[in-house]
DNA sequence: TGTACATCAGTGAACGCGCGTTCACTGATGTAC
DNA sequence: TGTACATCAGTGAACGCGCGTTCACTGATGTAC
């Protein structure tokens, strides 16, 4: 019988659901293994028949975290034609997704979790976000920089992503558009605007067109 | 005799001190008044006689990276005539102050510092750094938009913020300069370029290069 | 279908540790006459 | 200049709490013949 893995299963998805709770409530350092085993109704020890300690349990988080914005982020895109459509679609997903659930996008992108050392699995997952923006990319007509060190870098880096046939200056694009949407969206779920009275959304969409604007122009 | 008070801000500033070494290496969580204490070589209550709590000192932290912080932008600006070159220089300096000492730059900006609700005393620091980045806006000259949501916000929050004579246009300027650099500093100092091999000075500079030649173009 | 054995979830005690904060107290430093 | 008093820094004990993790053990669930 496989009742028992799937119990297993479920054991572990509660466990983590609590944790994302307490994430939310009291940061990444609230999460408490003794805290969440009480709130399953169980004792501390219980637990580590599920994780082998605290860090993995966090190594977890971190990986769904990346895969649900990378599948949010991709979702939007495919979904979609024409790049200043998909750009649209690309960020607001973005945005909403951190909006919705400040806690999880500032794990993986806020202050780094002291003493936690991210392991290598969890990189495959963050690449993937940086694929779906990558699909938004204009096509590049003009003959790049290649001399640039900044665009030898960017072309090592898109070699070992196996971006395909993409080019350093589409690569650079890339990379802006992932900074500056993280520019908007971390400063509006830090409460940064907040004294400002002016609306993050506004701001945020205002800088989407900017964005659109510049690929257009190519 | 002022000796006593001498001596009183020596230790609060020696307090301070090592809270932010605590800060560096274990993140704000990290900051405990007993292990403060027993590095100064005292007794934990015995740091009650200078900070109220724990929080009265994160204050006191934050106000002094608020400080800081502006103080270092406006003095980049002022030092320098010329829109171009004084955003180059107060690009330059935030991201040298943030890069120097993240965790500071974090403590600002990163993620917030659950169940600690910042005092009104902080406000004011804060806006110092916005000041200095709207002393770099240049001339506006096309009439603006002015029925927009976003620029009506804009509006009232110059007007709070006593900044004379300065347009929503330039206005959102300002915010946009400081959303941008944020998001390249932001992405820096919690090592997200590091898997990329891309060094992140050169993806900051073509940024402020971007910014300098949308402010010449108007 | 029934019995013997293996697997595994969860318990409870324990280890060693650190935390913020209060309180009554001692002893040193300053002030006023 | 010397003495009486007030101020203040720091101590040590205590409160109540929570943490991650280990370990030997019980009892239930599954598997093999």
Redesign the interface.
């Given at each position: 019988m496989d009742r028992r893995q799937r119990y297993r299963e479920q054991t572990r998805d509660e466990a983590k659901r609590i944790a994302l709770e307490q994430l939310a409530?009291?940061?990444?350092?609230?999460i408490s293994v003794n805290a969440i085993a009480k709130r399953m109704g169980v004792t501390g020890p219980a637990l580590y028949r599920y994780f082998a300690n605290r860090d993995a349990l966090l190594t977890d988080l971190i990986e769904d975290a990346y895969n649900d914005l990378a599948d949010t982020m991709q979702g939007a895109v495919t979904q979609r034609a024409g790049h200043a459509t998909q750009m649209r679609a690309l960020a607001t997903a973005m945005r909403e997704w951190a909006v919705a659930q400040p806690h999880r996008y500032?794990l993986l992108?806020?202050?780094?979790?002291?003493?936690y050392q991210a392991p290598m699995e969890t990189?495959a997952a963050?690449h993937r976000s940086m694929t779906a923006v990558l699909a938004t990319v204009g096509e590049d007509t003009e003959p790049a920089n290649r001399r640039s060190?900044?665009y030898r870098?960017?072309s090592?880096?898109g070699e070992?992503m196996q971006t395909g046939d993409l080019t350093p200056k589409q690569l650079?694009w890339g990379?802006?558009v992932?900074?500056?949407?993280?520019?908007?969206i971390?400063?509006e779920i830090?409460?940064?605007f907040e004294?400002?009275?002016?609306?993050p959304e506004?701001?945020f969409k205002?800088?989407v067109e900017?964005l659109v604007a510049w690929g257009e122009r190519g």
């Open positions: 409530e009291a940061g990444p350092s609230g500032l992108f806020g202050t780094p979790v002291p003493g990189l963050a060190t900044l870098q960017l090592a880096w070992k650079h990379v802006t992932w900074t500056r949407l993280h520019g908007v971390s400063l830090t409460n940064q004294m400002t009275g002016v609306d506004l701001v205002a800088e900017a």
